[in-house]
């Protein structure tokens, strides 16, 4: 059939013009027009729209369930409380990364057949996966035996990854004694190990020489502080009054 319109398709009663179609379209969508009343020309011009909207505007909602169509989204806390981390996003952003086990550690580029060497460049142990880089490897757990609670440190040691970004994040009082911005100091951590782990790893020349605990309380104050800011300014903008013009 050559280049047409839906207008073309109706006659001058405003009927569908069954013969110069039906031939072409399957049974269902021949139901489906069917129940259709004919355009009037009088109306409207034809035009394309976006058929999963009801006013025919595409919008990026609306197209997302037919690119994910089993997709209904996840139910477990740990999402939810790694979407209100209060600290810097590309840290939530890691947490998150961390939470679904996708960080590009040995273990996981060795899965990737990016390389066959699993093994921890800092510590030499043999398989560098996630547990490793941010708990078990030496230069973690340095840190964590510093801040986490003696009786709670095997549970911390040992819990799933998920469970433990569960209880730093929403139970801050479970792991350690200094519950004030926990949440904050624990990505602050999580976050420095990272990047520690990947000037060993990359051999990257390192200007900043503080330790990683330093530089974790330089993180959490910072962030403190800004937070401290933003609510001020916030609070100074809601006792302002808007005089209307006379
Ligand atoms: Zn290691």
């Not at 729209?49 to 909602?61: C, H, I, M, Q, T």
């Not at 100091?185 to 605990?213: K, Q």
Request: aromatic fraction near 12%; include cysteine.
């Amino acid at each position: 059939m050559e280049r047409t319109s839906v207008a073309d398709m109706v006659d001058n009663n405003g009927e569908w013009r069954w013969a110069a179609f039906q031939s072409y379209l399957p049974f269902n969508v021949l139901l489906w027009v069917a129940a259709k009343k004919c355009p009037i020309e009088s109306d409207t011009r034809d035009m394309v729209g976006w058929y999963l909207r009801e006013d025919l505007n595409f919008s990026v909602k609306s197209a997302y369930p037919t690119r994910i169509k089993d997709y209904s989204g996840s139910k477990e806390p740990v999402w939810g409380l790694i979407h209100k981390y209060r600290g810097l996003s590309k840290i939530k952003y890691f947490l998150w990364l961390v939470g679904k086990g996708r960080i590009m550690n040995n273990a996981e580029r060795v899965r990737r057949h990016f390389s066959s060497v699993s093994n921890c460049t800092c510590c030499m142990a043999s398989i560098e996966d996630i547990d490793h880089v941010l708990r078990s490897c030496p230069l973690a757990f340095t840190i964590w035996v510093d801040v986490i609670k003696r009786e709670k440190l095997n549970e911390f040691m040992t819990m799933d990854i998920k469970s433990w970004l569960m209880y730093n994040l929403g139970d801050p009082g479970y792991f350690v004694h200094a519950v004030e911005h926990w949440d904050i100091m624990f990505g602050a951590i999580v976050w420095n190990i990272w990047l520690n782990r990947n000037v060993i790893a990359f051999e990257t020349p390192v200007d900043d020489c503080r330790s990683v605990m330093d530089k974790n309380l330089h993180l959490k104050e910072a962030t403190c502080v800004a937070l401290a800011m933003r609510s001020s300014v916030q609070v100074v903008h809601q006792g302002i009054r808007v005089r209307p013009k006379r």
